[in-house]
């Protein structure tokens, strides 16, 4: 496995842990989207986790997160499906 390592100001997708039975954005099951994103990066925490930086709709969540959920990004239009996060 390779080491992932972000720099400040570079953005990342955030995985969504999947539970059986529970909608996530209004979808349910196989459907709901995996990542979600793109968010900046603050700063980095420790040797493996990062800050992150969540719009207000998940002001309610910790936004420090391992490494092994995030995946990075590179900007293209089409890698991104907007859905609104209630």
């Given at each position: 496995r390779r080491s992932l390592e972000f720099?400040?100001?570079?953005?990342?997708?955030?995985?969504?842990?999947?539970?059986?039975g529970v909608r996530r954005f209004a979808i349910k099951g196989k459907l709901s989207p995996r990542f979600i994103g793109p968010f900046e990066i603050l700063d980095r925490v420790g040797?493996?986790?990062?800050?992150?930086?969540?719009?207000?709709?998940?002001?309610?969540?910790?936004?420090?997160?391992?490494v092994s959920l995030l995946r990075g990004y590179k900007y293209h239009l089409l890698y991104v499906i907007s859905y609104p996060l209630h």
């Open positions: 720099q400040p100001g570079d953005h990342v997708f955030l995985k969504v842990s999947p539970a059986r040797k493996v986790s990062y800050r992150l930086a969540l719009p207000p709709q998940l002001s309610h969540v910790n936004n420090v997160f391992h």
